[in-house]
């Protein structure tokens, strides 16, 4: 036998079990191999994990458990099916209901008690889920990977398995050959070594030894004739009923078990905590850690057969979202301008007054409801921002249905995986969305949101539009949803990693609108331009008229002076938002803007541009353009928007204290209403481990907690689990510290932190000194090397353009490296690229991380080509 790596051999065990399996004669005895790290427990068995393998896997594929469980206490025990690994060859077929009540022989056997945890991937977690099913007095939980327990008899099975049962195929590409076999195992991401190869593949040497593949495969239920399929809808329906904690932990690359099948796991087991690891494919137990997961969730509980720590009570008044639409449409105002669109004409191209827009989203609600939209279901909106889009956010939300809104400046790839992600019920769109729903298989029923030929709505399997839904006279009657209940998943911009679905609800979304009311002074009867996407669609929920300027919202750096001018004209509007890519833009063609638009940038009270940093240079310049306006810069996140508020005067102020140590970051104000921030100190590693403290000047991640922070990140536990491990506070990523009156300063990311041997060091202190040299455009310092050992590297645009990228010229680096000197830094080295790369929704945001990666490969001398 060849070495299995990972596997301790005291772990490889035998069992003869006598068979109760209809399948059996009377009198049989099956021996049984399974993997049990009982040998190797540390101290006081806490429970054990009963792990049951798909096909054409075997007990191998639960190795990692079996090390981690036995360092922290638990037993876990890790079957071979029969037919399967390296249990017995009976030769008889056997059923989903004899492998059950194989189970069932076997933990008799072994004489396992509660409390028990059931672990299942591929068809072995159907099966698992049907011993949970039947042996609930010792059941305390169970974890699922990438499995199924139904099938939508609308839809095809997955390709993979419809090639594999096909007759012409099915023997030789299960048993006859190994090929079912390898394509399984060639599913790893990254691919597996070839010494776990030959551990996958040692079971199944010989065509006999792959009888029980292909007899897994042959059990598949394709329809309700199949001798499984009963059996299949029996623990389908009955799981319904646990009532003990879940964990799924899932590979959404999964050619077999997509997406599709863990939404239907949730709608089945809604109390579960289901963690999605982007990229992880099939073989998940291969493609990520999934052992510390487990055992970290296990942990997380008081007891394991005790339910989920409860969530804290909300408190406070709720006042619905959609109320002042509501009121307005049917008050004094109802006549007044609520949402415009501007055209590239200047001119308005649509707008509905506030008895119009109360209309619309009653009517578009009791279409939605018609054709099956409900509380609770996903509606993936696909639409720019504007009238449409409001019309259509607030409709959903009358109906308690989740809105899912993904940015497309996340790319193709990006915006895919945030939609499949989420499995939404139904996906509105304009044309070029569902033709990419078309091309990407999203899922959802298709609604078009604008006038759709009806040849090209079939081949892009559009079964409803928009405007037939609205068209109706009917009103929507139905009860308003909980204030507690889901909302949105907001989608982040990707800046850090792959962008995350950020779920509010109804009281979290209104706790928002309310903290911008009071922040700002926004009261009903304001108006604003809407030209930073996320604050845009709350305009009516303030009550204040808002208009959507001529500019494509995913890129912000398109809206111009003119654009920006005549959108405030059209309204005669007080309040701007706008982000700094957006401003800079505005800046750069403010020639353009007409006496009409001048006059009406004048009459801007409160300007505010969030998303990014903002330099005060570019403040003083925009000051010019709108003299009347209060400049406010607020910080915060998708997470929580907003957590802090500055104004000019403000950062001037920051700006000369004479506080040693004040200044190293950007300053981003104090506290909004309701919202309170603390630090948790970084230790030499660079992790944030302190206690959670407001004393000033102490660098760390900071810590929020206000009224309209996120409820949780949609289906990804781990980040959740991490963000809000200190109790009630989430965790933002994002370092920097607390100054004596409170404010608090922005130093970088968490996972920008440079950590040299002399210390560690964030990274905006350093770049703002360097841009102070005349001779920088913008600059970005990072880490090279090693954690613990890296060498800080500061990365430069000239400022006279230079297209050169690698080591920088020896006046420019002498300049970079007196400048660092006066805060006691040496940089390792000075490069220069001709731009840095940025994040794709704010175009503001500095990737350091991909100008990491690029400083280390040249000074490692690989030449990689410029981020």
């Given at each position: 036998m060849v070495e299995?790596p990972?596997?301790?051999?005291?772990?490889?065990?035998y069992?003869?079990?006598?068979?109760t399996?209809?399948v059996?004669?009377?009198?049989?005895?099956?021996?049984w191999?399974?993997?049990?790290?009982?040998?190797?427990?540390?101290?006081?068995?806490?429970?054990?994990?009963?792990?049951?393998?798909?096909?054409?896997?075997?007990s191998?594929?639960?190795?990692?458990?079996?090390?981690?469980g036995?360092?922290?206490g638990?037993?876990?025990?890790?079957?071979?099916?029969?037919?399967?690994?390296?249990?017995?060859?009976?030769?008889?077929?056997?059923?989903?209901?004899d492998?059950i009540?194989?189970?069932?022989?076997f933990?008799?056997?072994?004489?396992?008690?509660?409390?028990?945890?059931t672990v299942?991937?591929?068809?072995?977690g159907?099966?698992?889920?049907?011993f949970?099913?039947?042996?609930?007095?010792d059941?305390?939980?169970?974890?699922?990977t990438?499995?199924?327990?139904h099938?939508?008899?609308n839809?095809?099975?997955?390709?993979?398995?419809?090639?594999?049962?096909?007759?012409?195929v099915?023997r030789?590409?299960?048993?006859?050959?190994?090929?079912f076999l390898?394509?399984?195992?060639?599913l790893?991401?990254?691919?597996?070594?070839?010494?776990v190869?030959?551990?996958?593949?040692?079971?199944y040497?010989?065509?006999?030894?792959?009888?029980?593949i292909?007899?897994f495969?042959a059990?598949i239920p394709?329809?309700?004739?199949h001798?499984?399929?009963?059996?299949?809808t029996r623990i389908a329906g009955?799981?319904?009923t646990?009532d003990?904690?879940?964990?799924?932990?899932?590979?959404?690359?999964?050619?077999?078990?997509?997406?599709?099948?863990?939404?239907?796991l949730?709608r089945?087991?809604?109390?579960?905590?289901?963690?999605?690891?982007?990229?992880?494919?099939?073989?998940?137990a291969?493609?990520?850690?999934?052992?510390?997961?487990?055992?970290?969730?296990?942990?997380?509980r008081?007891?394991i057969?005790?339910a989920?720590?409860?969530a804290?009570?909300?408190?406070?008044?709720?006042?619905?979202l959609?109320?002042?639409?509501?009121?307005r449409?049917?008050?004094?105002?109802?006549?007044?301008?609520a949402?415009a669109?501007?055209?590239?004409?200047?001119?308005?191209?649509?707008?509905?007054?506030?008895?119009?827009?109360?209309h619309?989203?009653?009517r578009?609600?009791?279409g939605?409801?018609?054709i099956g939209?409900?509380?609770?279901?996903?509606?993936s909106?696909?639409?720019?921002p504007?009238?449409?889009?409001?019309v259509?956010?607030?409709?959903?939300?009358r109906?308690?249905?989740?809105?899912v809104?993904a940015?497309?400046?996340?790319?193709?790839?990006?915006?895919?995986?945030?939609?499949?992600?989420?499995?939404?019920?139904f996906l509105v769109?304009?044309e070029?969305a569902?033709?990419?729903a078309?091309?990407?298989?999203?899922?959802?029923?298709r609604?078009?949101?604008?006038?759709?030929p009806?040849?090209r709505?079939?081949?892009?399997?559009?079964?409803?539009?928009?405007?037939?839904l609205?068209?109706?006279s009917?009103a929507?009657?139905?009860?308003?949803p909980?204030?507690d209940?889901?909302?949105?998943?907001?989608f982040?911009?990707?800046?850090?990693?792959?962008?995350?679905?950020?779920?509010?609800?109804?009281?979290?979304l209104?706790?928002?609108?309310?903290?911008?009311a009071?922040?700002?002074?926004l009261?009903p009867?304001?108006?604003?331009?809407?030209g930073?996407a996320?604050?845009?669609l709350?305009?009516p929920?303030?009550?204040?008229?808002?208009?959507?300027?001529?500019m494509?919202v995913?890129?912000?750096?398109t809206?111009?002076a003119?654009?920006?001018s005549?959108a405030?004209a059209?309204?005669?509007?007080?309040?701007?938002?706008?982000s700094?890519?957006?401003l800079?833009?505005v800046?750069?063609?403010?020639?353009?803007?007409?006496?009409?638009?001048?006059?009406?940038?004048?009459?801007?009270?409160?300007?505010?541009?969030?998303?990014?940093?903002?330099?005060?240079?570019?403040?003083?310049?925009?000051?010019?353009?709108?003299?009347?306006?209060?400049?406010h810069?607020?910080?915060?996140?998708?997470e929580?928007?907003?957590?802090?508020?500055?104004?000019r005067?403000?950062?001037?102020?920051?700006a000369?204290?004479?506080?040693?140590?004040?200044?190293?970051g950007?300053c981003?104000?104090s506290?909004?209403p309701a919202?309170?921030i603390?630090?948790?100190?970084?230790d030499?590693?660079?992790?944030?481990?302190?206690?959670?403290?407001t004393?000033?000047g102490?660098?760390?991640?900071?810590?929020?907690?206000?009224?309209?922070?996120?409820d949780r990140?949609?289906?990804?536990?781990l980040?959740?689990?991490?963000?809000?491990?200190?109790?009630?506070?989430h965790?933002?990523?994002?370092?920097?510290h607390?100054?004596?009156?409170?404010?608090?300063?922005?130093?970088g990311?968490?996972a920008?932190?440079?950590?040299?041997?002399?210390?560690?060091?964030t990274?905006v202190g350093?770049?703002?000194?360097?841009?102070?040299?005349?001779a920088?455009r913008?600059?970005?310092?990072?880490?090279?090397?090693?954690?613990?050992?890296?060498?800080?590297?500061?990365?430069?645009?000239p400022?006279?353009?230079?297209?050169?990228?690698g080591?920088?010229?020896?006046?420019?680096?002498?300049?970079v490296?007196?400048?660092?000197?006066?805060?006691?830094?040496?940089?390792?080295?000075?490069l220069?690229?001709?731009?840095?790369?940025?994040?794709?929704?704010?175009?503001?945001?500095?990737?350091r991380?991909?100008v990491?990666?690029?400083?280390?490969?040249?000074?490692?001398?690989r030449?990689?080509k410029?981020?």
């Amino acid at each position: 036998m060849v070495e299995l790596p990972g596997v301790d051999p005291m772990w490889s065990t035998y069992l003869d079990v006598p068979s109760t399996a209809a399948v059996d004669p009377d009198g049989t005895v099956n021996r049984w191999h399974y993997l049990d790290n009982l040998p190797s427990l540390v101290g006081e068995t806490r429970g054990t994990l009963l792990c049951v393998h798909g096909n054409p896997t075997w007990s191998y594929l639960w190795r990692t458990l079996l090390a981690a469980g036995a360092r922290q206490g638990w037993r876990v025990v890790a079957v071979d099916q029969l037919e399967m690994g390296l249990s017995e060859r009976s030769g008889r077929k056997r059923r989903l209901a004899d492998r059950i009540r194989d189970l069932e022989d076997f933990t008799g056997a072994l004489r396992l008690r509660g409390p028990l945890v059931t672990v299942g991937h591929d068809w072995g977690g159907v099966v698992s889920l049907g011993f949970a099913d039947r042996n609930r007095e010792d059941l305390a939980a169970v974890v699922l990977t990438n499995t199924a327990i139904h099938q939508d008899p609308n839809a095809p099975i997955p390709a993979p398995l419809r090639l594999a049962l096909n007759g012409a195929v099915h023997r030789l590409g299960t048993s006859t050959t190994p090929a079912f076999l390898e394509t399984t195992l060639a599913l790893a991401r990254p691919r597996l070594s070839p010494e776990v190869r030959a551990a996958y593949r040692e079971p199944y040497r010989t065509a006999s030894r792959r009888r029980g593949i292909e007899q897994f495969v042959a059990d598949i239920p394709v329809g309700p004739a199949h001798p499984s399929h009963a059996e299949l809808t029996r623990i389908a329906g009955n799981i319904r009923t646990l009532d003990v904690p879940v964990l799924m932990l899932w590979g959404p690359e999964d050619p077999i078990f997509s997406d599709t099948y863990l939404n239907d796991l949730t709608r089945r087991l809604p109390q579960a905590d289901v963690h999605r690891f982007e990229g992880a494919g099939h073989l998940v137990a291969e493609d990520r850690d999934i052992a510390a997961p487990i055992f970290d969730w296990l942990g997380d509980r008081e007891s394991i057969s005790g339910a989920k720590v409860p969530a804290c009570a909300s408190a406070g008044s709720f006042t619905p979202l959609w109320q002042q639409i509501r009121d307005r449409g049917t008050g004094d105002s109802a006549s007044t301008p609520a949402v415009a669109d501007m055209g590239t004409d200047g001119e308005v191209a649509r707008l509905l007054s506030w008895r119009e827009l109360d209309h619309r989203v009653s009517r578009l609600a009791a279409g939605l409801h018609r054709i099956g939209v409900r509380s609770g279901s996903r509606v993936s909106l696909m639409v720019p921002p504007g009238v449409e889009l409001t019309v259509l956010i607030y409709a959903c939300l009358r109906l308690g249905a989740v809105i899912v809104l993904a940015d497309a400046g996340l790319g193709a790839k990006g915006l895919s995986r945030a939609v499949r992600g989420t499995v939404p019920d139904f996906l509105v769109g304009i044309e070029r969305a569902l033709v990419a729903a078309r091309v990407f298989g999203w899922p959802g029923t298709r609604i078009s949101a604008g006038p759709v030929p009806a040849s090209r709505a079939r081949l892009l399997g559009v079964t409803h539009h928009l405007s037939d839904l609205s068209g109706g006279s009917s009103a929507y009657q139905g009860a308003d949803p909980s204030p507690d209940s889901d909302a949105a998943i907001l989608f982040t911009s990707g800046s850090t990693g792959p962008a995350k679905g950020v779920v509010y609800t109804h009281r979290q979304l209104s706790a928002m609108r309310d903290t911008l009311a009071v922040t700002l002074g926004l009261t009903p009867g304001s108006a604003l331009v809407a030209g930073f996407a996320p604050f845009a669609l709350l305009g009516p929920a303030l009550g204040a008229s808002s208009v959507t300027p001529a500019m494509d919202v995913t890129a912000p750096g398109t809206l111009t002076a003119r654009a920006l001018s005549d959108a405030a004209a059209a309204i005669e509007a007080t309040t701007v938002f706008a982000s700094p890519a957006a401003l800079r833009n505005v800046l750069a063609t403010a020639a353009d803007i007409t006496p009409r638009g001048g006059q009406a940038l004048r009459r801007i009270k409160i300007l505010l541009s969030a998303g990014a940093p903002i330099p005060s240079s570019l403040l003083e310049e925009l000051q010019a353009l709108v003299p009347s306006a209060s400049l406010h810069t607020p910080y915060g996140m998708t997470e929580a928007l907003p957590v802090t508020d500055i104004d000019r005067e403000g950062i001037r102020k920051a700006a000369a204290l004479p506080v040693p140590g004040t200044g190293n970051g950007v300053c981003v104000g104090s506290a909004v209403p309701a919202a309170e921030i603390c630090i948790s100190a970084l230790d030499s590693s660079g992790a944030a481990s302190g206690t959670p403290t407001t004393k000033p000047g102490v660098t760390g991640e900071i810590l929020v907690r206000a009224p309209h922070v996120k409820d949780r990140y949609f289906r990804l536990w781990l980040t959740e689990r991490e963000s809000s491990r200190t109790a009630g506070w989430h965790r933002t990523g994002d370092v920097g510290h607390l100054d004596r009156d409170g404010r608090l300063w922005v130093e970088g990311r968490l996972a920008h932190v440079i950590t040299s041997a002399s210390g560690v060091l964030t990274p905006v202190g350093p770049e703002q000194a360097i841009e102070k040299l005349d001779a920088v455009r913008q600059a970005a310092m990072v880490g090279v090397g090693p954690a613990g050992t890296q060498a800080a590297v500061a990365v430069v645009v000239p400022a006279d353009g230079g297209k050169a990228s690698g080591l920088a010229p020896t006046g420019l680096a002498d300049s970079v490296r007196q400048a660092l000197s006066m805060g006691g830094l040496s940089p390792a080295a000075v490069l220069t690229l001709p731009a840095l790369p940025t994040d794709v929704r704010h175009n503001a945001k500095i990737d350091r991380a991909a100008v990491a990666k690029w400083a280390a490969d040249v000074l490692e001398g690989r030449g990689r080509k410029a981020p």
